[in-house]
């Protein structure tokens, strides 16, 4: 089922939590809603479940307009942080509740919702725990047992709120690849939101990154780590250094260096410099590099992070070093950035 | 080196013996005389206050023997104060959970404009004296109002007779439900019904299947005190009732009645059945709470 939203906004008591928001999720994909908490990312995935009403702007399922329909009749999985699971009823009659409450002209015999249970819990690796209670089971089996329930009603599009946010990180990655093969096997359009970059990045095939109501970037992995297209999403994914330089003449300066870096489609004046902490490259003389001098390392799993203090310890800047590096304090290396971006200092203040 | 050895032993030596026989004092206990002190006035307290006169109603009462108990719980009147009692507690509480439920699921589960007030104005039969309670009633429905007499020319009476000890039971014990819910389906919040309406689940059946569940074992504990204290009224009742013999005396009024004869036995008869519900109603509470304690609060997440 295609997901469309069309310029959706939505006010909460004047605070607005989306503002002008679109996006086309194809059907079959799995996507994930990736910012900091009070980006909007639970309130857009509220939105598509019909949780809540835009304030503006409509929501398509396929080519029916679904902006104000009522939850019951969107038929959307929705899985909660906290799992939601009845606690009075056993884990087959949690999987089984959403057909129990069908009307009676389609709602299932018993035997066939019973059946139906089992082979969910087949499905989501927990055969043999149909009559325990919620509270007789783990963190990442109670939340596979609330995704079993909302499979269980052949969702035309499943939802899912920071499913792993209150497990482990142990449990995390685990489920993290079992919802990939859940998602292979069964294809449901699926939208998840999440504020961990590396669970987004691993588990999704397009990546939507928001802030402050917006929609910053969409794209894979490759393109948003990669190919960042602002300050916020370089900065929120992965690693970032940052360095305030001049533009000037479609060259880079900092302070009274040029730094060999081009950078023609720029307007001349103030700029920020952003590059990855590994992607550099170390070079020996510096006609055209930043230099600068070691003022603190650290050893950081496989490398070295080294703190520089450039241009006479106005600005630092960390880059990455092979461990055998021989880097010292007070050395002074040099390196030239090899994928970098810089962004008018305007729209890096805003 | 040696003799080293054995001195320090012999100065070690008693010191260890003597914390040995010391036995170790908790930090948080109090010494043997202030245990006692305190100890001796919480008993005392307890029992002059709680023991005794629950002691006394049953002595009082069998004081002639049990066959003149039973003829004075025998006694026409009595027995129509009691089937008053049930048949005003039979209306008053239903209704009273039905009103509670109502208003705990509004203000837990919605947001909405003057629910601080609401949640005061539930709160309201605390802090009103009973007398004035039924005061309001009379009020209301007195020969002098604009009500009571309109009523009575279609036939309804509803000060002096069973409507009226209704309404003041309903007034006064208000608040139990509700406020045994409110705190409770606050702490559950509103995440269970969400899942069951993605499900596919109507308002009606969510609130069957899904809300209702969660809340029993409190809404139970609610119904509970709501009914003791419903039997047990006295101050709202006695200013609505009239006072009338067999027709609209409750328990509590009967036993006043009784007493003010200096007919002791039977209005201490009468009474040990309201204490008798008073026990029943503490066993069954103690047992909600030490059973299902964390439904009854809430802060059980599952």
Redesign the interface.
């Known amino acids: 089922m295609d997901v469309s939203i069309r310029h959706v906004c939505k006010d909460f008591e004047r605070f607005p939590a989306l503002k002008d928001v679109s996006l086309d999720i194809r059907s079959g994909e799995l996507i994930a809603l990736l910012g900091p908490s009070g980006s909007g990312k639970t309130t857009l995935l509220r939105l598509i479940?019909g949780?809540e009403p835009p304030t503006r702007g409509a929501i398509f399922f396929g080519d029916e307009d679904a902006s104000f329909k009522?939850?019951?009749e969107r038929?959307?999985?929705?899985v909660?942080q906290?799992?939601?699971?009845?606690?009075?009823m056993t884990v087959a009659e949690n999987i089984g509740?959403?057909l129990?409450?069908?009307p009676s002209s389609s709602r299932p015999a018993k035997s066939e919702i019973r059946r139906r249970a089992h082979e969910l819990l087949d499905l989501v690796q927990l055969s043999g725990l149909a009559d325990r209670y919620?509270?007789q089971l783990s963190g990442g089996q109670r939340q596979r047992v609330?995704l079993a329930?909302?499979l269980?009603?052949e969702p035309r599009v499943l939802l899912l709120d920071e499913p792993f946010g209150a497990l482990d990180a142990q449990v995390r990655r685990e489920l993290r690849r079992w919802l990939r093969e859940i998602h292979d096997a069964t294809n449901h359009t699926t939208v998840f939101v999440t504020h961990d970059q590396e669970e987004a990045l691993e588990l999704a095939d397009r990546v939507v990154v928001m802030s402050q109501g917006r929609i910053e970037q969409v794209g894979g992995a490759d393109d948003v780590y990669d190919r960042p297209n602002s300050p916020f999403v370089y900065g929120f994914i992965g690693d970032s250094s940052v360095l305030p330089v001049k533009v000037d003449d479609g060259q880079l300066w900092l302070h009274d260096r040029t730094i060999g870096l081009a950078a023609p489609e720029l307007p001349s004046g103030q700029a920020t410099l952003y590059f990855r902490p590994h992607e550099i490259e170390l070079l020996d003389g510096c006609s055209g590099c930043i230099s600068g001098v070691v003022a603190a390392s650290r050893r950081v799993g496989g490398s070295r992070r080294v703190e520089l203090e450039v241009g006479g310890a106005r600005d630092r800047v960390e880059i990455e070093l092979p461990t055998d590096h021989p880097a010292t304090q007070k050395s002074r290396i040099a390196f030239r950035p090899l994928r970098w971006r810089a962004f008018p200092a305007v729209s890096a203040a805003a | 080196m040696a003799l080293d050895i054995v001195r320090e032993e012999t100065v070690l030596g008693p010191a260890r013996l003597s914390t040995a026989k010391r036995p170790f004092k908790r930090p948080t206990t109090e010494g043997p005389v202030a245990k006692a002190v305190l100890m001796t006035l919480a008993l005392g307290f307890l029992g002059f206050f709680l023991v005794l006169p629950l002691a006394a109603v049953f002595i009082e009462a069998f004081r002639k023997g049990l066959g003149e108990f039973m003829l004075a719980l025998g006694d026409p009147d009595t027995i129509s104060a009691i089937k008053l009692t049930l048949t005003v507690a039979a209306i008053a509480v239903p209704l009273n959970l039905v009103f509670g439920v109502a208003a705990a699921w509004a203000i837990a589960k919605f947001e909405f404009k003057g629910k601080t007030f609401l949640i005061t104005l539930i709160d309201l039969p605390f802090s009103v004296s009973p007398v004035i309670s039924g005061l309001i009633y009379v009020l209301l429905f007195g020969a002098n109002s604009m009500l009571g007499p309109w009523l009575k020319s279609h036939g309804i009476e509803v000060l002096f007779a069973v409507p009226g000890i209704v309404l003041a039971t309903i007034f006064v014990t208000f608040p139990f439900v509700a406020r045994e819910l409110i705190p409770l389906m606050q702490d559950q919040g509103t995440g269970d019904e969400e899942a069951a309406i993605s499900l596919g689940a109507s308002g009606w059946q969510t609130f069957w299947y899904v809300t209702l569940p969660n809340i029993k074992w409190g809404l139970l504990y609610g119904v509970l005190l709501c009914n003791a204290r419903a039997m047990g009224e006295f101050g709202a009742v006695s200013v609505v009732s009239g006072h009338i013999r067999g027709l609209t005396n409750t328990m509590p009024l009967q036993v006043e009645i009784l007493y003010n004869e200096y007919n002791f036995v039977a209005a201490f008869a009468v009474s040990t059945l309201l204490a008798g519900l008073a026990l029943v109603t503490l066993v069954l509470k103690s047992f909600l709470e030490y059973r299902y304690g964390d439904e009854i609060a809430g802060s059980a997440k599952h």
Do not use: C, D
């Open positions: 479940a949780l009522s939850v019951q038929n959307v999985g929705f909660f906290h799992y939601a699971l009845f606690r009075h509740f959403g129990k409450v069908r919620p509270n609330a329930r909302a269980a009603i």
